[in-house]
């Protein structure tokens, strides 16, 4: 079955305000690996040029799988997770996240494409501060495979 795209360009509310601690910031970059004492020491960080510890790019990952699914769970989608496939992720960052940042991600379906018998489904949030400011764009794409609408 097809993605319903009258899905298209709809946004959702923003998720439940999330406070980014540092001692999430430090067992996220141990799970992926990343030495860098940015993550880790607050004096490292402030000689580095930041008002405390910062995050590693993907943190923002964290929220994505809070706040994300629930937009592509409504029925009415038609999104069968038996037939997905994570395409690809990105983030556009505006300034690093840091450890006190209390951040609000508002999800919206930014695009429905369908290329060859798959269809390919953008998210794209934006990611706030409580107060407001910009700290990042995040873009997924999944794939649902077998789904294209099909001539013929």
Known sequence: M???KAFEGREFPAGAPFTVTA???KKFADAVGDPNPVYR???AAKAAGHPDIIAPPTYLTKLNFEYGAGMLADP???LNYMMVVHGEQEYQSIRPVRAGDVLVMKPRIASIAA???N????TEANIDT???ENVAVARSTIVSRG???QEG
């Open 76 to 78: 009415d989608l038609g």
């Open 119 to 122: 269809e390919y489904l953008v």
């Open 130 to 132: 409580q107060d407001g």
């Open 41 to 43: 020491d607050a004096s």
């Open 2 to 4: 097809p993605l319903n």
């Open 115 to 117: 290329k060859g018998r």
């Open 147 to 149: 789904t294209a609408p």
């Open 23 to 25: 001692e999430s910031i």
